[in-house]
């Protein structure tokens, strides 16, 4: 698996391409980098083309100042796969990476053949609450939690990580950060990751930025790819009832909720995850 850069859009991507076949794309989460999907490439890449890469603002892509938007991280995969000279694709989003496939392929419909999404939203503005108020207190909460991982970076991810996998898979982590859960990966593999290539406290308010533009509840209806919606059943990050939704809303699209999972179901579960994955785009 080796890095690659492409200019896209005034700033380099970084991605790699692991496999062959037909294409799919992987977009990651918030403060995540492509490596995140390290429990999927490999079993995906038996079977397809698998494209991982940094959005900006995230792992080895540029990081610049100046607007980040929903439609511009849209723009810079499409500015991609025209590097790539892929002229159609499936396309898989984590959480942050789902909010950025519904709005790529709202903008680029014939552009993906089936579409993925795992325990993402399709607006940010909960009834009740304003954008601005629910982003800023998002915004706030990893800028207070990146200043005490730069103090004590392995006990920090682990209590942060309490809100992200299930009690159980928790509690595992905890007793043992060098384990190689799946024999893929290990607590210490994703504090390394995540002191290594994680947000600064800017990247943090792009990424809120972007956030403030993600609105596609209303527009779900247009999207006609098949669409498999993967919620996790212990997720607090994002309840399986608010995945759903999306479900509801999508015209031709499937839900499944994985069991005892938190909202890192593709790392907690990813033979499950792979499995529901692998046997919907090849169907």
């Not at 038996?46 to 494209?51: D, Y």
């Not at 890469?53 to 025209?82: C, H, Q, V, W």
């Amino acid at each position: 698996m080796f890095d690659s850069f492409a200019d896209v859009n005034g700033v380099k991507i970084c991605y790699d391409v692991n496999g062959k076949g037909y294409p799919v794309v992987l977009v990651h989460g918030f403060g995540d980098r492509k490596e995140h999907w390290r429990a999927q490439v490999g079993e995906l890449s038996k079977h397809f083309e698998v494209i991982r890469l940094d959005n900006r603002g995230a792992g080895k892509s540029d990081r610049p100042d100046g607007d980040y938007t929903m439609e511009i991280f849209a723009d810079d995969i499409k500015s991609l796969l025209d590097e790539l000279e892929i002229k159609k694709t499936h396309i898989i989003g984590h959480s942050l990476g789902g909010m950025i496939v519904l709005n790529f392929t709202l903008k680029y419909p014939k552009t993906i053949n089936k579409m993925v999404l795992i325990n993402t939203i399709a607006s940010v503005t909960p009834p009740g609450i304003s954008p601005d108020q629910g982003i800023e207190w998002y915004i706030n909460n990893a800028i207070k939690d990146l200043k005490v991982r730069q103090k004590d970076p392995l006990n920090s991810f682990i209590e942060g990580a309490k809100k992200s996998y299930s009690k159980e898979f928790w509690n595992q982590m905890k007793e043992n950060p060098k384990k190689k859960f799946h024999n893929i990966w290990s607590v210490e593999d994703l504090v390394e990751e995540k002191t290594t290539y994680g947000p600064t406290e800017r990247d943090i308010y792009h990424l809120g930025e972007a956030l403030r533009t993600h609105d596609t509840y209303e527009r779900l209806h247009e999207i006609k790819n098949k669409t498999l919606v993967l919620a996790a059943d212990k997720d607090k990050t994002v309840p399986k009832a608010i995945v759903q939704r999306i479900h509801e809303k999508l015209p031709n699209s499937k839900f499944i909720v994985i069991e005892n999972a938190g909202h890192q179901s593709i790392l907690e579960y990813p033979h499950i995850i792979n499995q529901h994955i692998i046997k919907f785009l090849k169907k």
